[in-house]
């Protein structure tokens, strides 16, 4: 970066201020990592210390992603740790958030958007980080009965007469336009402005042609409506059946168990899981402060190793492990669903119509492909939706995304736990991203439902490249 | 049997008060039973039929027997817990143990233990407030015109109206790095406490302003101090309207609480039928239907106990009914 500085002394002067910016948020990357880095000890030259904090509480939303959190406590991997975890469900996202950033709770499985928008000020400011990435997939877009009985003839059709997947969103697209032209509000429901399943919805809407609305938060807008032709609003995922069942809303985008529940209730079809929308996208993420990263390393760092722990057991031998899995997530004190309707997605199969039950081997990832480290271009992706919608209301540059990722996905404390697990020979390293090489960034990814190419180094050419949503230069 | 046991007035006497003590009530509960599992057999719900009485006798059973695993694994946790000190101190010798509550969930039986303990405290919070403030209302006409907007202004207020803001400035202003009882505890106690406040308050003014002039009179014969009127009349003589004020106000008490705990998400039996909704199992529907009797159940029991405590300290019979 230096040299090309020197080099460019030559070039205009609005171009050197240019890189004047550039230079300082570089700078002020370099000393964000440094200062992170200092936070953790040398866990890796030395035998790891005792944990500063032994008795904790986690929170938790009833989903099956919260597997590994379940798992480490079940298994006996926090204890292993000399960690005494309590885990509390938790009403709704933003209870939950609070509950982290007031201290109530000292981590909490978190929706990979929330730490990166609390960071950066949408919504309740705070500096969240994660040491740990949950998951890979597990969500899905369920409409109701009566939407899927309008969508279904356009829908082309397999030899056995069952719809062909991935079912794209332009065969919803005009279901919403006869909504419109009748002056009713086509209403869904998502679970968190800053959720996985709001860019995911959005995500599979826009391919399709139906504008999900843009957010103005310099306005005082959060809503999400502008110029919106599909209605997105909030629901708690355990109410999302119910809602649906209400009417109030006609389809939404959750994580599991609750699409597979709108089936065995018969109130609704699942119509694509994420996995179609995205290959292997990243879903939630253990979050903590940065104030407690700080102030209790080595807990961090164990609490991490359990949670690696907790996912390897989830996918080891070909998911042998996950009947096991699914009657604990079962108990009421976890996700309280019943024992077959956890099973249908967390056994590698899902359900979309009633009978309809096709094999998604990779529906829940919680290790393999490198599930849990915390990959910098993942949290970018996040930042590109959060431009594209409108929730960061102005242009940034390529930098501003980079060090968002480096300040909230702290890969640094994910590789010392890792490193010492290795050491401790519980894990294999060859499970493990090379640490020495590992930039932290995956390379392009092509597999979208509308084909668009994403790679994370390139933010703005990304956010570039939608037909529908915010550009460079757009600003509501 | 002959004719003439049958014939005894006092055997016929007892007869008829078996009938109506035991007899009418089972016969009641008979009906009731029939009619609940018939009408339970008709209502399909989303998350299968709606319970009978079977399917929450199951229940029940299964609710204790979880109460009975959790407890053993709290045991091993124990146990764990002191070999992992014992390890700890031998490579680290400075190391103090301690040793941690059981970590694991709380079974509906913690749960009903953490609710009475939650509006026992709230109630008596109440009337170590309300008994004397009553009192004093009750003395001075002047402080009962005074405050008398207040309380009238405040009592019908809903108790989950006062949640959010007992939430809000409990967590400003109870901070602690070692918490001698957690902050969900004090949200749903306080909000409890300024619900059961009024009745009281109420109460206790008006029985004290209606004690009978003639001991009035006799107290100002004596010229006894203010203090010692209040110990050897007043409170004597209102013990009646006090009670019944204590009553009502524990009736209200334990509604609030379930009702608080379930929007705040407060350790409790209000939790519970919350979580046991937001599973959405097929067990829930009869878990929470559990959950219903058994609060009905102690509610009945708290209004039993505050009617033989009012019968044991009340000379005037007539007040306890």
Known sequence: MQVSLIKRTWTSLTQLKKEALKKRAAIASVATLTIATMFVPQATAEELGWPEKEELKFGFIKLTDMAPIAIAYEKGYFEEEGLYVTIEAQANWKVLLNGVIDGSLDGAHMLAGQPLAATMGFGTKAHIITPFSMDLNGNGITVSNEIWKQMKPNIPKMADGRPVHPIKADYLKPVVDKYTAEGKPFNMGMVFPVSTHNYELRYWLAAGGIHPGYYAPHKGDVSGQIDAEALLSVTPPPQMPATLEAGTIYGYCVGEPWNQQAVFKGIGVPVITDYEIWKNNPEKVFGITAEFAEKYPNTTIRLTRALIRAAIWLDENNNANRPEAVKILSQSNYVGADYDVIANSMTGTFEYEKGDKRDVPDFNVFFRYNATYPYYSDAIWYLTQMRRWGQISEDKSDDWYFDMAKKVYRADIYAAAAKSLIKEKIVDAKDFPDFATETGFKPAQKEFIDGVTYDGTKPNAYIDSFKIGLKSGDKI | ?321
């Open chain 2, 1 to 321: 049997m002959n004719a003439l046991q049958l014939n005894n007035p006092q055997f016929k006497s007892i007869l008829q008060q078996a009938t109506n003590l035991i007899a009418l009530p089972l016969v009641g509960i008979a009906m009731f039973l029939l009619i609940w599992s018939m009408a339970a057999d008709r209502i399909d719900t989303s998350l299968g039929k709606f319970p009978g009485p079977s399917q929450v006798a199951t229940q029940a059973v299964a609710l204790y027997d979880e109460h009975v695993a959790e407890r053993e694994k709290a045991a091993a946790f124990y146990e764990r817990q002191e070999k992992r000190n014992a390890a700890r101190i031998a490579k680290d010798p400075t190391y103090e143990p301690k040793i941690r509550k059981y970590t694991g969930k709380e079974t509906f039986f913690d749960q009903i233990v953490t609710s009475l303990i939650t509006v026992m405290s709230g109630f008596i919070l109440a009337a170590a407030v309300a008994i004397p403030l009553g009192i004093a209302i009750g003395l001075n006409k002047k402080l009962n015109i005074a405050v008398n907007p207040i309380v009238q202004l405040f009592k019908p207020v809903s108790p989950l109206a006062w949640l959010p803001l007992v939430t809000m400035v409990v967590s400003a202003l109870y901070v602690s790095p070692d918490p001698v009882v957690p902050k969900s505890f004090l949200n749903s106690m306080i909000t409890v406490t300024l619900c059961c406040l009024w009745p009281m308050v109420i109460n206790t003014s008006v029985g004290v302003a209606s004690i009978d002039k003639d001991l009035v009179n006799v107290s100002r014969v004596l010229r006894l101090p203010a203090l010692k009127h209040v110990q050897k009349i007043v409170l004597p003589a209102s013990i009646p309207a006090i009670f019944t004020g204590m009553r009502l106000s524990l009736g209200v008490a334990w509604m609030v609480l379930i009702a608080a705990e379930m929007l705040a998400q407060n350790p409790g039996l209000g939790k519970f039928v919350w979580d046991e909704f937001q599973n959405g199992s097929s067990d829930s529907l009869s878990r929470i239907m559990t959950a219903v009797i058994v609060i009905g159940f102690i509610g009945f029991l708290l209004d039993r106990v505050m009617l033989q405590v009012q019968r044991v300290v009340s000379w005037d019979k007539a007040g306890a009914h």
